[in-house]
């Protein structure tokens, strides 16, 4: 692997590294928000059936989402009021509550934050100011953003000393902050950090770096850990509960390390596999709890039962299409996934955990009846997996002579590529259709990206 100085500068000090990465992104996210006007509602899109998760248990102290709802739509209205025949129509569940299809692991991860607010703007009024601490106002709005932020640091932070343990400093920097740059988890922390993605992002890292550190341990306290991490993981991203099947083969692994006799190998794996189990649903009761009050069950699928198509994946689709497809759209996970057999040479099992995870994870997407993820920047769904690429990429940046210039090469070609389909993505979002057409089809996806700035170049000349 090559040797220079740059690297070995920005080696030196990576946490403050990853922080500063952190915080540009923060100021770039910001900064556009403020281009494009600040406007009375920042919350858009997913994010808003996670606010209100936050909002109507803080300020009301129930799950009755529809004042919540209703609080946040009608800021729109306060400059151009709603438009002609507009009216309410919510969906309600069986117990008569207004539905919600999301998890509550991400407002969860906001509520710290989102405390704090309440609290520090209580004591303003109290102070003379006349701010409204209703939930609804712009201060109260950031709080997803600036904890989406910090969960994308996190999720560095922690993919990073997993691959540094692997492969030392500077492959891992290459691994971790390369596939930031190359995949969707850069829109979800430039242009869309109050989704769940960056959240579901740290949790998987977590999960892994916990794993990874404490492999040779066979505790109970251990395992314990584990289940209540894998819960936490299923709390922000029910499919993420996958990672719960880690626990089997660790164990198993364990008792053969111990040399344990079949007639005491079965308890010891089995009391492993109980106290993992417990633990994870420990952790994953909230969302039990909150289904229990929406749907009136502790355990559904609230999108209904032809929402997962067990036995029809779309997993050439859920990979290749120009739909989102995830190495469609993020080519350097393919890299990464490549570069996971390079783990053969360092650790099997981890290998095994870290495939089996994507495996699972694509067999999981590829089910699911929207497998393109609805409107996205990419394979969404997959960022969970951000660790699992990254690994792989930073196993072979950690390739010698021109090995090792190749896929930095490719990983600066591949970064600034999704750069380029980033611009296009939001060139479009914004409205302006005569300049980018919806990436959706393989032309668009991969000519138009690169012709669109010669295009805007061209028109602001000429």
């Given amino acids: ?50 606010y209100v998760y936050a909002r109507s248990a803080v300020f009301d102290g129930d799950l009755d ?47 710290p934050l989102f405390l704090v607010a309440t609290g520090a703007l209580k004591l303003a009024v109290m102070a003379g100011s006349t701010y409204p601490v209703d939930g609804f106002g712009l201060a109260f709005q950031m709080v997803p953003d600036v904890t989406g932020l910090v969960a994308v640091a996190l999720a560095l932070w922690f993919t990073f000393l997993l691959c540094r343990d692997l492969y030392g400093p500077q492959p ?17 922390g430039l242009v869309s950090p109050s989704y769940s993605h960056a959240v ?21 306290g251990r395992y314990a850990v584990l289940g209540l991490l894998a819960g936490v993981t299923a709390l922000v991203r029910w499919q993420d509960g996958l990672l719960l099947t880690a626990v089997l083969p660790d164990a198993l692994w364990h008792a053969r390390q111990a040399g344990l006799p079949s007639r005491r190998a079965v308890p010891f794996v089995g009391v492993r596999l109980l106290v993992a189990s417990a633990a994870a649903l420990v952790a994953f009761a909230p969302q039990m709890a909150a289904w229990q009050v929406l749907y009136g069950q502790l355990l559904t699928v609230p999108q209904g039962s032809g929402f997962m198509r067990w036995a029809s994946p779309q997993v ?69 997996c951000f660790p699992v690429f990254s690994v792989g990429l930073a196993a072979l940046a950690a390739l010698g002579g021109w090995r090792f210039r190749a896929v930095a090469t490719i990983t600066a070609a591949l970064a600034a590529s999704n750069l380029l389909l980033l611009f296009h993505y939001e060139v479009f979002m914004l409205g302006h259709t005569s300049l980018a057409s919806y990436p959706d089809n393989w032309y668009s996806l991969w000519v138009e990206r690169f012709t669109l700035p010669l295009r805007l170049l061209g028109r602001t000349l000429f």
């Fill in 200 to 220: 579901s992002a740290m949790a998987a890292s977590g999960f892994f770096l916990f794993w990874w550190r404490s492999r040779s341990n066979a505790t109970l």
């Fill in 65 to 111: 989402f529809e004042n919540d709802y209703k609080g946040l739509y009608r800021l729109d209205f306060e400059r151009s009021g709603p438009p002609p025949g507009f009216s309410w129509d919510f969906q309600r569940t069986p117990t008569g509550l207004v539905r919600n299809y999301m998890a509550v692991g991400t407002p969860l991860a906001w509520a």
């Fill in 1 to 50: 692997m090559a040797d220079c100085e740059p690297m070995r500068l920005l080696t030196t000090h990576p946490g403050k590294l990853i922080v500063g990465v952190a915080l540009l992104m923060a100021v770039v996210h910001f900064a556009g928000i403020f281009v494009r006007g600040v406007r009375p509602r920042m919350v858009r899109g997913d994010a808003v059936h996670y």
């Fill in 316 to 384: 050439s689709a859920v990979l290749f299409s120009p739909l989102r497809g995830l190495f469609s759209w993020t080519p350097l996970a393919a890299v990464g996934v490549a570069g996971l057999v390079r783990l053969r040479q360092r650790d099997t099992r981890l290998l095994w955990v870290l495939g089996g995870f994507f495996v699972a994870s694509t067999y999981v997407n590829a089910s699911v009846a929207d497998w393109w993820a609805g409107e996205a920047f990419g394979a969404r769904r997959f960022l969970s």
């Fill in 172 to 188: 891992a920097l290459i691994g971790v902050l390369g596939m930031l740059a190359g995949s969707s988890l850069l829109y979800y």
